[in-house]
């Protein structure tokens, strides 16, 4: 079982956090110009197929960076009450390698393989 958190891991995590959370704000702000590929434009055959592909490899992109975002906001809130670092399921702490790796986590390594994630 992981140890809890000491003051400087709480608070580089914490950084890392809030740092996610700007640059997932200013790639979701980049990234609302994603065009739309017309299939009735003069292009070849090829070409207007890669597009339309690199189009929807852009949407699930940014779908990701969207549902990340707002993950990273609930785990923010986790802050603010107190909660941050601690499995939202079995309330254990969540260990310092895995919060550096993804310092939005809601679960402890366990809870999210039961939970299939």
Avoid: N
């Avoid at 956090?17 to 017309?38: K, M, W, Y």
């Avoid at 809130?77 to 909660?83: A, F, K, L, M, P």
């Avoid at 310092?96 to 809601?106: F, N, V, W």
């Amino acid at each position: 079982m992981p140890e809890e958190l000491t003051e400087a891991e709480e608070s580089e995590l914490i950084a890392d956090l809030r740092a996610l959370d700007r640059e997932l704000t200013e790639l979701l702000s980049a990234a609302h110009g994603i065009e739309v590929v017309e299939l009735t434009t003069a292009v070849g055959r090829v070409s207007r197929i890669d597009a339309i592909q690199q189009q929807a490899m852009a949407k699930e992109q940014l779908r990701r960076h969207e549902h990340r975002a707002k993950v990273v906001k609930v785990a923010l809130r986790t802050v603010d009450s107190g909660e941050f670092g601690y499995c939202k399921k079995c309330g254990e702490p969540i260990g310092y390698g895995r919060l550096k790796a993804r310092p939005e986590t809601p679960c402890c390594v366990g809870c999210m393989a039961e939970l299939g994630g």
